[in-house]
């Protein structure tokens, strides 16, 4: 399932890229830009402002009955975010819903490598070594490899992935992350969160202004999400709501959606679970650590062809 490793990808680069923003901006706690970074250590020079990142991703999805697994990771110099940035932005979007049509749909790049429009791009992907190595019960799991494209893309790419011949069962509960180091400082023995694939909601699950989502909650993780995803039905064909909730409650109450249309009914077509974990490895160099469970139908990926057109 390369498209939903893709989709991955560009969900972590947007949030690096948009804490990054803020933490490196002129004004503003941990800006950067002033002559007072006080004790923020986003402010001056401190570590929000020069901080290379590395993000690992482990994501099991289930797509109709079928599971895929994906283990990849990538290093940025200078990605400028603290977890209290993550935080941040997290913290005023949990537990609400947004809901948009096709018409609202933005134009997305269908590769990861793409620049942004506009011309370029600031960040600079770092080596950690020829190998990344996932590990459990004290012996090796999974080795990813280091990836380089043959091809000039216009900037340096380097992502760490799977073999592709790669077989997996399942993904043990005590798994860990290491690599040898180069331009990203080396790391050893990272424990990883869990999250595993949502049981409920049940997808093709009927969804209207009264409906309660409920579910057991099941991820490790400082940061533990659950996203769900609801397609339109009928009347309401085209409408999409996806709500992003906090995994610990174990329920949320579809009337509380602002903008919900008026006698809005649909069915719920993906759910995820999602960790975070943060991770500083030497000096200011951090660890983003990300675990993903997830179910989706075929409805996901036709609204996305639609998006990609």
């Known amino acids: 399932m390369r498209e939903r490793r893709q989709g991955l990808w560009m969900v972590l680069l947007a949030i690096v890229l948009t804490v990054g923003l803020a933490a490196c901006g002129t004004a503003g706690p941990g800006g950067g830009g002033g002559d007072d970074g006080g004790d923020d250590p986003g402010g001056g020079d401190g570590p929000g402002e020069t901080a290379s990142t590395g993000m690992v991703v482990v994501d099991e999805n289930d797509f109709m009955g079928s599971t ?73 799991f999974l080795t990813l490899d280091k990836f380089v494209p043959e091809v000039d893309i216009g900037f340096d ?40 694939i949502p049981s409920s ?21 400082a940061y533990r999400l659950l996203n769900v995803d609801v397609e339109g039905t009928g009347a309401h064909e085209g409408t999409r709501v996806d709500c992003l909730l906090d995994d610990a409650d174990g329920s949320f109450s579809f009337a509380s959606v602002a903008d919900l249309p008026a006698g809005f009914t649909g069915e719920v077509t993906g759910v995820s679970r999602d960790a975070f974990n943060f991770e500083t490895v030497a000096g200011d160099a951090r660890l983003m650590l990300l675990a993903s469970g997830s179910q989706f139908s075929f409805d996901v990926l036709d609204r996305l062809e639609r998006r990609l057109r």
């Open 157 to 196: 790419f380097i992502v760490y992935e799977m073999p592709e011949d790669t077989t997996i069962d399942s993904v043990p509960t005590d798994l860990t992350v290491s690599a040898p180091g180069d331009a990203f400082p080396a790391f050893s023995g990272v424990a990883m969160p869990r999250a595993s």
């Open 201 to 221: 909601p049940t997808l093709g699950a009927t969804v209207d202004g009264s409906t309660t989502f409920t579910w057991t909650p099941d991820s490790a993780g």
């Open 68 to 140: 895929s697994y994906e283990f990849s990771a990538m290093f940025l110099e200078g990605s400028g975010f603290l977890p209290s940035d993550i935080e941040g932005v997290l913290g005023s979007f949990i537990g609400t819903c947004y809901v948009d049509t096709d018409e609202d749909l933005p134009d997305v790049p269908s590769d990861p490598t793409e620049p942004p429009s506009g011309g370029g791009t600031s960040m600079t992907f770092l080596s950690v070594g020829d190998e990344v190595t996932f590990e459990a019960g004290g012996t090796a």
